[in-house]
């Protein structure tokens, strides 16, 4: 019985259908084969006879795909496939994104932060042979979904220079942890205490190392990916999946410069003061 | 009386119809009504039946509905429509002349009936 419900029934392309109807076939088969014992037949031969009078499975299967939509049920199954790739995919993208996400979050896991001398020159890796005055940090700064804090400063001197330098660097994180990092772009600047104004540039491993006067350079958490034809070293920016991450920045200050300024001003603003006169210890 | 399968293919959609005509029937049903009904001369591929019904409910000429058995199964009971009855008047008719033409042919025209004085 069920070999030829599903010949008869397999003929009707759209699945929904093709169940139903075999139910139904099912029903009938089932009546008939009960009709038939109770008539005085055993099981098996009322069974075999009952698909006997229901007659040849494939002329029935053709008369009912012909009434049941052939077209639609092209229609399904090609919605079908198309469903499947799709699927297919997304897991193999999801897979690919996540296994390259991982490996970027264990990278910046194991990022170095440049520290004290190492604020100076950076990103160009050149040892800094001057003196420094480690400052003190800030407390955290909440602006909008992000919070902000200046987790290390340094104000740098050297004898070759016109101006001493101020470094630091700004860390931000967020509870939010699927949002990217925040837009710095020109809402970054810093005013000291003499009312001088930096507007912010950034720093990329092509452009030129010394930075433009009155202005403040800001630059990613680098690691060195290898050299230029120009020996020159080429950089990859570390990158966290979870909205976390530093800058490193540095702007010439005056010498009667006592406070500096950072400002951030975009769809909320925030403002950090770095005191220049509050030292954490000469190095 | 044996009979040529081609002559009852072409009468099957009127018989369903008058099947349902008289009330609501699930499809082994109307197999043995007219079985029964033709003293056993037409008895259908049963499997052919449900093709014949399902193309009916899809012109709307029937309608069909799930019932629950004594039993707790599940049955599928059709029933004529007013587009069903339409076209069981129209089969009818259609079916009423076509005879009388093939008796004609065959038998001869029937007499026509005295004149009454």
């Given at each position: 019985m069920t070999d030829w419900l599903y010949e008869a029934s397999?003929?009707?392309?759209?699945e929904p259908d093709r169940r139903r109807v075999r139910r139904e076939l099912q029903e009938h088969l089932e009546d008939a084969a009960l009709a038939l014992h109770e008539s005085g037949l055993d099981w098996d031969s009322a069974k075999i006879k009952a698909v006997e009078a229901m007659g040849d499975p494939k002329e029935v299967g053709m008369l009912l795909r012909h009434v049941h939509k052939p077209w639609l049920g092209w229609i399904y199954k090609l919605a079908g496939m198309f469903c499947v790739a799709c699927l297919v995919l997304c897991i193999i993208t999801f897979i690919n994104n996540t296994w390259t996400g991982l490996r970027f979050e264990l990278e910046y896991l194991r990022r170095e932060v440049p520290t004290g001398a190492e604020l100076v020159n950076y990103p160009s890796f050149e040892s800094f042979e001057g003196t420094y005055t480690s400052l003190a940090p800030s407390g955290k700064v909440k602006c909008g979904d992000y919070t902000f804090q200046i987790t290390e400063a340094i104000l740098a001197s050297d004898p070759s220079w016109e101006k001493d330098r101020l470094c630091f660097v700004l860390s931000y994180s967020s509870?939010?942890?699927?949002?990217?990092k925040p837009i710095l772009g020109n809402y970054l600047r810093a005013e000291d205490s003499s009312g001088r104004e930096y507007d912010i540039y950034f720093a990329y491993p092509?452009?030129?190392?010394s930075p433009t006067e009155d202005m403040m350079s800001c630059s990613d958490i680098y690691w060195v990916e290898g050299f230029d034809s120009m020996d020159k070293h080429t950089l990859q920016v570390y990158r966290s999946s979870f909205a976390r991450g530093e800058w490193v920045l540095s702007l010439p200050v005056e010498a009667d410069t006592q406070w500096v300024d950072i400002i951030y001003e975009f769809d909320r603003s925030f403002d950090i003061r770095i005191d220049l006169r509050k030292g954490g210890g000469k190095a | 009386m044996k009979i040529d399968k081609s002559l009852l293919s072409g009468s099957t959609t009127l018989l369903v119809l008058k099947l349902l005509s008289e009330g609501e029937m699930y499809g082994y049903e109307m197999i043995q009504t007219l079985a029964k009904r033709s003293d056993d001369t037409?008895?259908?591929?049963?499997?052919?039946l449900y093709p014949i019904l399902h193309e009916l409910e899809s012109r709307g000429c029937v309608e069909s509905s799930l019932q629950l058995t004594p039993g707790g199964r599940q049955r599928k009971y059709y029933r004529i429509t007013d587009k069903g009855s339409l076209l069981l008047k129209d089969k009818t008719e259609e079916w009423k002349y076509f005879s009388e033409k093939v008796n004609d042919v065959v038998f001869g025209p029937a007499p026509k009936p005295a004149p009454v004085n």
């Open positions: 397999s003929y009707i392309y759209y509870p939010r942890f699927w949002l990217g092509n452009l030129p190392e | 037409f008895k259908l591929r049963e499997g052919t």
